[in-house]
């Protein structure tokens, strides 16, 4: 499905993003596995994509940084000769209510979640505008439409990403590249593994399929947004949770 085509995964060497990379790896493309901690999380994740037989690297940058991008959009070409897909997966969370949320919190949450995504996508827009050919998927969330007590930095870092989708596929049509985002509901991974079994209850409560999401459910939708499959999709958000939102 994917066959020889070249994919950037941010975030990529744990949770939805390894999830996402191992299920393009799957369908035949080649990864870039970004990672900003463990290497050797990120190696592992490397192996697992090299089993599948395809080709990978793990490329450590800080999506908040544009240096640090630039360079890594860089090195994924050098190595590969293009990038045909970008998935703007990593994000972090700095929850408190608004009236104690830190200054810093807001900023980390919104430099990593919102110019993150801004940063990479703007890092392989000009390789992508050359070969006449793209696909952007952003991670966002369901609390980006929903709102969240709690979450101000972060909903509003994912109502942005919804927007700059939205942005950045009415500039980028018609150079032939494709920007859609998932917004997953509530997911097993180590960033929902913080919260409290209370929490998780609360949440099932919400959700009309009434279990939590896995990764893989994330991963099958981006891949199909990657695939041409979606070819006639732009500036689209798909929510992957379980039925919380109906619009
Ligand atoms: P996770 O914490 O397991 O993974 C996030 C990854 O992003 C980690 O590998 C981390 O190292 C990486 N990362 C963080 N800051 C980075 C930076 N500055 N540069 C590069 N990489 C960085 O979380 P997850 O649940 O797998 O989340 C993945 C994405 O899905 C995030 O954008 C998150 O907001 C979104 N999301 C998750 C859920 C959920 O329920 N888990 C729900 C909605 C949206």
Redesign the pocket.
Known sequence: MLQGKVAVV?????????AIALELAKNGANIVV????SVAKAEEVVASCKELGVDALAVQ????NSESVQAMIKESIEAFGRVDILVN?????RDNLLMRMKEDDWDAVID??LK?VFNCSKAVTRQMMKQRYGRIIN?????GILGNAGQAN?VAA?AGVIGLTKTMARELANRNILVNAV??????????DELTEDMKAQMLGQIPLGAL?K?EH?ASVVRFLASDDAAYMTGQTLNVDGGMVMQ
């Open positions: 941010t975030g990529a060497s744990r949770g939805i993003g390894r970004n990672y900003a901690g940058a800080d999506v908040a997966n990593a994000g972090i969370t990593t979640n993150g991670v966002a969330s369901v609390v972060y994912k917004a997953p509901g509530f997911i097993t991974t180590d960033m929902t999401g990764p994330i």
